[in-house]
């Protein structure tokens, strides 16, 4: 890697988490014990969930953004802040802005989900609604120039991977013997960070990085060598689907991820039912991607291991919910 795309230190990691002090919360981790689980995967399997799904603004986003923003010199915070986002990185946006006494402006698509919509505005959000993606991204960049507002990326950069890495590092901390760890990969910063701090306690732990079959950009750019792009996302996990990769993002995951696999929008649907069934959590798509890898791609190789699990978030409406949990259990087998 060369100095420009450097990982944060574990020192860098570890001050942040302190910086972050009580605006995050600590998510708990909870071995998961179920009949079902046990079947598929042998019960000598040890399945550690991280449960980032019960952060502030619903996921694992607000640690980045709120590193991004301490940055900020007190003059910048008070101008205010600017994101584009479908969902999440515009919730924990809005709650980093309100839990600093700041103002956001986020531009979202029309496509966005309305719960996640207005649990941005919940947080005293001002909301630009745009048509398009590509719209987005020029209103944004105006807001940014005419009202001199600092742009917070959702994925990219050295903050915010130590943010992302801030769940690493607790994770380690409760278990630090992981044999292996699986993060869904989105643009990347989520895992880069992830990756980073668990190699830097114990390079001994793998570390799996999944992506939907619909949305497979760092896939390609792992492939390639470089950061790729891809022209449709077509993928239920909404919140993975990053429609290209950055260089910093993926420098850092290329140094320490050791293997990406992937998984359909049905498999997600049966991990959505099965971490409800057994162990009661309501998960967005996304949330469940991880999961959906252990019984899937990595079952056969994770079989009997110490293996952590990231839940990373869970900003979904009951109605779509219900609707990807009713796909699964149409297709379950009676009696089962
Ligand atoms: C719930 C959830 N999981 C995973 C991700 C992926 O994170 P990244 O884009 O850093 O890979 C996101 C991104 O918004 C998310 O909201």
Known sequence: VTSEYRPPS?????????????????????RWRGRRLDEELGAETDVLLKLELFQYAGTFKPRGALLNM?????????????????GNHAMAVGYAARALGTTAKVVMPRSANPARVAGCRAYGAEIVMVDDVHEAFGE??????EEGRAFIHPFEGRLTAT????????????????????????????????????????????????????????????????????????????????????PY?????????????????????????????????AVEPAGVAATAALRGPLAARLRGRRVGVLVCGSNLDAATWMEYVNRASSRAAPNR
């Open 70 to 86: 301490l940055d900020l010199g007190r003059e910048q915070l008070e101008r205010g802040v600017t994101a584009v986002s479908a």
């Open 163 to 246: 943010g992302t890495g801030t769940v690493g590092l607790e994770w380690v901390e409760d278990v630090p013997d992981m044999e292996a760890v699986i993060v869904p990969v989105g643009g990347g910063g989520l895992c880069a960070g992830i990756a980073t701090a668990i190699k830097e306690t114990n390079p001994r732990c793998l570390v799996f990085g999944v992506e939907p079959e619909g949305a497979d950009t760092m896939h390609r750019s792992f492939e390639s060598g470089r950061p790729e792009a891809i022209d449709r996302v077509r993928t239920i996990a909404d919140s993975l689907g990053a429609p290209h990769a950055e």
């Open 140 to 145: 944004v960049r105006r807001i940014e120039k």
């Open 249 to 281: 993002s993926f420098a850092v995951c290329r140094h320490y991820v050791d293997e990406l696999v992937k998984v359909s929008d049905a498999d997600l649907c049966s991990a959505m039912e099965l971490v409800f069934d057994e162990m009661k959590l």
């Open 10 to 30: 574990l020192t860098e990691v570890r001050l942040g988490r302190q910086r972050l002090g009580t605006l995050v919360r600590r998510t708990p981790v909870w």
